[in-house]
């Protein structure tokens, strides 16, 4: 076996990790796309996607209107449910608008394999809908914030 053959071997050798390791990447990246779907479909089926889809306009208000929902007075009678609906429905807002993304995310890695990327079109056309307008509220918020300095 001279220098060459050696050199060879090596390289081959070589080119076998890096195979398996490709493969063990591809492996967890259909593990992590798998979760992120169940993730979904469990979202979808909650009781937090059917509250969202019963009161989106309250909860697009909330989120709005995050500034002045959580600046009631304190003298109010209801002041600690109104702060309280209020954080639990920005949370529950804020929480769909990640999940949207992070779909939107997945969509867009997914080029390579077009079933898949349809496959999570068609799963979460409303959420993506959803986490639209949710970003678009919490911009809103954002602007009068920032028209308004305390």
Request: proline share 1%; aromatic share 4%.
């Amino acid at each position: 076996m001279d220098r060459d053959d050696i050199a060879l071997a090596r390289a081959d050798i070589e080119l076998e990790e890096m195979e398996l390791r490709l493969q063990e990447a591809r492996t967890k990246a259909e593990q992590v796309d798998a979760q992120i779907i169940a993730s979904i479909e469990k979202l979808l089926t909650s009781d937090l996607w059917a509250q969202f889809l019963e009161h989106e306009t309250k909860f697009l208000y909330c989120v709005r209107h995050e500034h002045s929902m959580l600046s009631v007075d304190k003298e109010d009678e209801n002041y600690e449910t109104i702060i309280k609906v209020t954080e639990q429905a920005i949370g529950m807002a804020k929480a769909i608008h990640r999940i949207a993304k992070r779909a939107g995310q997945l969509i867009e890695l997914c080029h390579y394999d077009p079933t898949k990327q349809h496959k999570i079109k068609t799963l979460a056309v409303g959420l993506m809908s959803a986490g639209g307008k949710i970003g678009k509220a919490m911009e809103e918020a954002d602007e009068v914030v920032d028209s308004n300095p305390v």
